[in-house]
C-alpha cells in the first residue's frame, strides 16, 4: 500500500496538506493564517497561578490568553514532593506500566499462538462496527495519599506542555504534561549515497 503525503505552502495566507493511500485521498488539513490552530503543539511554558478551588493551574505559554491545565493532567515528574513521596509514586506508576506490557506481550503471544496475526489496534476495533467487545479503559490507580494540586505545582514553575483542546470563545487552551506525538505524519527519507 503506497502512502504520499504532499504539503503546498505556495500561497501566502494558507498551508494545506494532503495524505494520498493509493490514490485515494485518505488525510487533507489545511491552516491559514486566521484559523492558526494550536492544538497537539507542545510548548515550554510557565505556571501562572494555581487555582485550588478548580484543581487546576493556568500556564503562560506565549499566547495571549493563558492555557488550562487540569490536575489529573499534570506528570509526576512536575510533582514538587518530598523524595520519599516521589519515590513511592514512581514505583506505583513503574509496576503499573510493567503490568500493561506484561498483559500485551501475553496477549501477542496468544494471537501468535492460535495463527492470529492480524493487529489488535483499538481503534480498529471501535471503527469496525461487527466487534461487539467494549476496548478496555486503564484503570486509575489511586495512590495511598491524595495530593492537592497546590501541594504539587507552584507559581513560575517552568513545565512542558501539550494543547489537548484550542482556544474556544473566551477560554484558553486546555493543556497537558502527558506528551505524545503521533506518528502518522513521520517522514521517512530514504538513504542518500
Do not use: C, W
Request: hydrophobic content about 30%; proline content about 4%; charged content about 35%.
Amino acid at each position: 500500500m503506497e502512502k504520499n503525503l504532499y504539503i503546498d505552502a505556495s500561497h501566502p495566507n494558507e498551508t494545506r496538506v494532503v495524505l494520498k493511500s493509493n490514490g485515494n485521498i485518505e488525510d487533507y488539513e489545511y491552516e491559514g493564517i486566521k484559523n492558526a490552530l494550536i492544538k497537539n503543539n507542545i510548548y515550554l511554558g510557565k505556571v501562572s497561578r494555581v487555582e485550588p478551588s478548580l484543581q487546576a493551574a493556568f500556564v503562560d505559554f506565549g499566547r495571549e490568553r493563558h492555557g488550562f491545565l487540569s490536575f489529573n493532567d499534570i506528570q509526576s515528574d512536575y510533582y514538587q514532593l518530598p523524595q520519599s513521596d516521589l519515590d513511592k509514586i514512581k514505583q506505583e506508576e513503574e509496576k503499573a506500566r510493567e503490568e500493561l506490557q506484561k498483559e500485551s506481550e501475553e496477549k501477542e503471544e496468544k494471537n501468535i499462538e492460535e495463527g492470529n496475526l492480524e493487529i489488535d489496534d483499538p481503534v480498529d476495533k471501535k471503527n469496525d462496527q461487527t466487534v461487539t467487545e467494549e476496548v478496555k479503559k486503564p484503570e486509575k490507580i489511586y495512590h495511598k495519599k491524595r495530593y492537592k494540586i497546590q501541594e504539587v505545582i507552584k507559581p513560575n514553575q517552568v513545565i512542558l506542555v501539550q494543547v489537548l483542546k484550542d482556544e474556544r470563545g473566551l477560554k484558553g487552551a486546555a493543556l497537558s504534561t502527558f506528551i505524545s506525538i503521533a506518528g502518522k505524519y513521520i517522514v521517512l527519507m530514504p538513504n542518500t549515497p
